[in-house]
């Protein structure tokens, strides 16, 4: 028997709500998800977590975070396969005419205050903890439409350049990460992206980046009822992107008028659109003036719900 590629997990149904937290950055700028309980986790072997492992922790995960995370797949195999202390969770969604996969995944390797230690590593283990927080990335990708496993998702790639081409499977990506040098394809995806204003300096904190060799919408409170706005409006900004970067890409303009406008051969925000996204993402705010945040050299990023 082939074994699994992924599992759904469910949350309980006499609870799902989220246990109450708040989205902080730590003085590398990782966001990290901070909650008013704590977990136990395991000690995990450097070379990876195990499938039970991620079976166990998703499950536990899913009892904070079930507003997150209800009806979400556990990718077993990591993506990319670099990320072996991680788990991955994924859900399809469907746009008018894109597809988009919303990858949530948290970092297990030990980063917490050493009193929260209950057993010691060694040279094969990382030690054992409880934690009050999880340190995570929440993206939003465009992917190739497929009926697969949906731990066998394919983004789709913005750059030529990080891309190659196969006559059977058309674009796919390189595996070797360490050639890609993100910033600059952040800088030429905040370029394009001008119009907007975002709340939070995009030094400190990019809502639209580069990741997984496309354009990620980083989605930090990943409700259900806010991936669904999310997917409509970064349907758009992906399209707009793909136009600008000459992505070999045939839609009907006329489905996208109220948001795009074609010119002089190429593609525009309506102001409308504009005054839409910038008032969804003024919902997000920077904070750093609070003493627990100096003390800790981090920042808040406060949401209006």
């Given at each position: 028997?082939?074994?699994?590629?992924?599992?759904?997990?469910?949350?309980?149904?006499?609870?799902?709500?989220?246990?109450?937290?708040?989205?902080?950055?730590?003085?590398?700028?990782?966001?990290?998800?901070?909650?008013?309980?704590?977990?136990?986790?395991?000690?995990?072997?450097?070379?990876?977590?195990?499938?039970?492992?991620?079976?166990?922790?998703?499950?536990?995960?899913?009892?904070?975070?079930?507003?997150?995370?209800?009806?979400?797949?556990?990718?077993?195999?990591?993506?990319?396969?670099?990320?072996?202390?991680?788990?991955?969770?994924?859900?399809?969604?469907?746009?008018?005419?894109?597809?988009?996969?919303?990858?949530?995944?948290?970092?297990?390797?030990?980063?917490?205050?050493?009193?929260?230690?209950?057993?010691?590593?060694?040279?094969?283990?990382?030690?054992?903890?409880?934690?009050?927080?999880?340190?995570?990335?929440?993206?939003?990708?465009?992917?190739?439409?497929?009926?697969?496993?949906?731990?066998?998702?394919?983004?789709?790639?913005?750059?030529?350049?990080?891309?190659h081409k196969s006559e059977s499977e058309g674009f796919f990506t390189y595996a070797l990460f360490d050639d890609v040098d993100i910033e600059i394809y952040d800088k030429i995806i905040a370029d394009s992206l001008g119009d907007f204003t975002f709340p939070v300096p995009q030094g400190i904190f990019r809502f639209i980046r580069y990741a997984y060799f496309t354009a990620a919408f980083a989605l930090l409170d990943p409700f259900a009822h806010k991936l669904k706005e999310a997917v409509d409006f970064f349907e758009i900004i992906f399209i707009r992107l793909m136009k600008d970067n000459e992505v070999d890409f045939e839609f009907d303009s006329d489905n996208f008028s109220e948001s795009l406008i074609s010119k002089d051969g190429k593609m525009y925000f309506t102001e409308s659109f504009i005054s839409k996204f910038n008032e969804y993402i003024g919902r997000y705010s920077l904070v750093t003036g609070e003493d627990n945040l100096l003390l800790n050299s981090w920042k808040k990023i406060e949401i209006i719900h």
């Open positions: 028997m082939t074994a699994e590629k992924s599992r759904l997990i469910t949350a309980n149904q006499n609870n799902k709500v989220n246990v109450s937290g708040e989205v902080l950055l730590n003085e590398r700028k990782n966001e990290f998800y901070k909650f008013e309980s704590s977990i136990e986790i395991p000690r995990i072997s450097v070379n990876g977590m195990s499938r039970d492992q991620k079976i166990v922790l998703s499950e536990r995960i899913c009892g904070i975070l079930p507003e997150f995370l209800d009806n979400y797949s556990v990718i077993f195999d990591p993506k990319p396969a670099a990320e072996t202390l991680y788990i991955h969770f994924a859900k399809k969604y469907k746009g008018r005419k894109l597809d988009f996969i919303h990858l949530f995944k948290i970092d297990f390797k030990f980063s917490g205050n050493p009193d929260s230690m209950i057993e010691k590593g060694d040279n094969f283990h990382y030690p054992s903890y409880r934690t009050d927080r999880f340190y995570y990335k929440s993206y939003l990708l465009p992917v190739y439409s497929s009926d697969d496993d949906i731990s066998e998702f394919k983004t789709i790639p913005l750059f030529k350049e990080v891309s």
